[in-house]
C-alpha cells in the first residue's frame, strides 16, 4: 500500500510539470474574434511580435512576411503579436487594422494588444506567459525582447524554437526554421 502510493504521487509530481500544447489555448484577434488554436493543430505555428511604426522599413518586412505566408499557408500558421512593450497602444488599434489588412489578406493572424514581457507580471497576456516559462512550455524561460523575435511552435503545440530578432525574415531563412 505504501509502495503504491508513493507511485501514484510521483505520477502526480511529474504530471503536474508536464507540458502543455499551445493547442489548448486561444488568441484575440486584433478585430475582436476569439480563435481557439487548436483547429491549427497538424501546422507548424510561428509567432512574431510585430513592428507598430507603419513606416518604410515596417512596409517591406510586412510584404516579406505576407509573402512567407502565401508561400507557406499549408504547413505553416503565423501570429504576430502587437506588443505593448514594443510601441503598440489601443488607440492606433484602427489604423493598423488597416495597415496590416493591406498585406496579410487574412493568410497572417494578429493579434489584439498584449503584454509580452515577464515584467508585466500578472498583466502579461496568456500567450506569452506559455511562451516564456519552462513550467508551461517544458522547454524555455527566455523572456520576450521585442519586436520580430520569432517563437516556433510544432505541429502538436510545442515549442520548439527561440530566435532573437536578429534572426532573419526571408523566405529561405522561414524555410529552414519551419521544415
Not at 78 to 92: A, C, H, K, N, T
Not at 140 to 160: H, M, P, R
Amino acid at each position: 500500500m505504501k509502495y503504491a502510493l508513493t507511485i501514484i504521487l510521483s505520477i502526480c509530481c511529474l504530471l503536474s510539470f508536464a507540458q502543455c500544447s499551445l493547442l489548448d489555448s486561444s488568441i484575440v484577434k486584433l478585430s475582436g474574434e476569439r480563435l481557439k488554436l487548436s483547429q491549427y493543430g497538424g501546422r507548424k505555428i510561428l509567432i512574431i511580435i510585430l513592428p507598430t511604426a507603419h513606416d518604410a522599413p515596417d512596409t517591406v518586412y510586412m510584404k516579406t512576411l505576407d509573402l512567407i505566408c502565401d508561400r507557406n499557408s499549408n504547413h505553416l500558421v503565423i501570429i504576430g503579436v502587437l506588443s505593448y512593450e514594443d510601441g503598440y497602444r489601443d488607440s492606433l488599434s484602427t489604423v493598423l487594422q488597416a495597415w496590416y489588412g493591406a498585406f496579410s489578406r487574412d493568410n497572417l493572424l494578429i493579434t489584439a494588444g498584449m503584454y509580452t514581457r515577464k515584467c508585466a507580471g500578472s498583466a502579461q497576456g496568456s500567450l506569452f506567459k506559455w511562451l516564456t516559462n519552462t513550467g508551461l512550455n517544458g522547454h524555455f524561460s527566455q523572456d520576450a525582447i521585442g519586436i520580430n523575435q520569432k517563437f516556433l511552435v510544432d505541429q502538436l503545440g510545442y515549442l520548439c524554437g527561440v530566435y532573437d530578432s536578429q534572426t532573419g525574415l526571408s523566405l529561405r531563412s522561414i524555410q529552414k526554421i519551419t521544415h
